[in-house]
């Protein structure tokens, strides 16, 4: 173990130093308190062997300082003093020593006090170990809870933590931002023709791809069924229509099959309805996704494999652009 033993006296620094460096430890000294937590602070200390009284920095101020500032490893603090005070025993104690040494010590005293001390510093060195790996597993747990398990895209969770961060940002900033709602054209007819375990692949390929083409600050998330959500912070009305655009152009063109669809192409689409939160509107964000939503619907009934607009400001206007086939 690494000791640092902290002392004024050179007689006892030097002998409790020779007792521990003979007992296998490497043993580090400090003539003072100030001098002692410099070295505490540049050191994993293993064990710390303090004089109660030196200039400066005292030995039971230096076990609180250890105790509250140290975190990231566990230190077994023994003060050594000159009297067998009990009152000021139990004072050192209670600034975070572990255990403590009358002088002068002799060298049983000293081995038995490093047989507990890599007791306990090995059980904190295994709770540290657990502790992070529950951390691990929480942070993992959260990722799952936040993720759609098909398409490994963020879930509906995710997307309204996500949403609400955005608009809150947007009410402080005074600044626009847009979602596109996508949605795969005749993808019942697609599961029925090929079967729900292809539709699951059509599914993760479309999310892959949409998730390719997004530009930086996006986010994409599951809605639901064939049904993806897309945000774009700090974003205009054309600027989110191109992105929808680029998102139809860039699914078609994956080229997957899909010969059962009523309308050509014969091959997988989307189509998507695009809404813009602006500084002046007061819609919440369930308003703006249904506003989505029917655009969304209204892109259907035009004849899908489109984009429809439903600006925030003029929530009746709706307008269509028709993405490369």
Not at 9 to 15: E, F, G, H, I, P
Request: proline residues 4%; hydrophobic residues 40%.
């Amino acid at each position: 173990m690494k000791v640092l033993v902290a002392d004024d006296d050179a007689t006892s620094r030097v002998l409790l130093k020779a007792m521990a460096s003979k007992l296998g430890h490497d043993v580090l000294v400090a003539s003072d308190g100030e001098s002692a937590w410099k070295l505490m602070l540049g050191s994993d200390i293993d064990v710390l062997l303090t004089d109660w009284m030196m200039p400066g920095v005292d030995g039971p101020e230096l076990c609180r300082r250890v105790r509250h500032e140290i975190k990231d490893h566990y230190t077994y603090v023994v003060i050594v003093t000159g009297l067998a005070d009990p009152a000021q025993i139990l004072e050192g104690m209670g600034a975070g020593a572990d255990d403590y040494l009358v002088k002068p010590v002799n060298s049983l005293d000293v081995q038995t006090l490093f047989v507990a001390a890599e007791r306990v510093t090995r059980l904190h060195r295994q709770l540290q170990r657990v502790r992070a790996q529950l951390e691990e597993a929480n942070l993992e747990l959260l990722g799952r809870s936040l993720t759609d398990s098909l398409t490994n895209l963020g879930n509906r969770r995710r997307m309204e933590e996500d949403l609400l961060r955005v608009h809150a940002r947007s009410l402080r900033s005074g600044r626009s931002y847009s979602v596109a709602m996508f949605d795969i054209d005749y993808f019942k007819f697609y599961n029925d023709h090929y079967g729900h375990p292809t539709g699951d692949e059509a599914l993760c390929k479309v999310a892959a791809c949409l998730n390719r083409v997004l530009r930086e600050g996006e986010c994409i998330y599951r809605y639901g069924g064939e049904e993806f959500l897309l945000v774009m912070p700090d974003c205009g009305e054309d600027d989110a229509v191109a992105a929808a655009e680029r998102a139809l152009h860039a699914v078609s063109i994956l080229n997957i099959p899909h010969v059962a669809r009523p309308s050509a192409p014969p091959v997988i689409t989307l189509s998507a309805g695009v809404a813009m939160h602006t500084p002046e509107s007061e819609d919440t964000i369930h308003e703006l996704i249904e506003r989505a939503d029917q655009a969304l619907y209204a892109a259907k009934l035009s004849g899908r494999n489109r984009v429809r607009t439903n600006v925030a400001a003029f929530p009746d206007t709706t307008s269509s652009v028709t993405a490369p086939v």
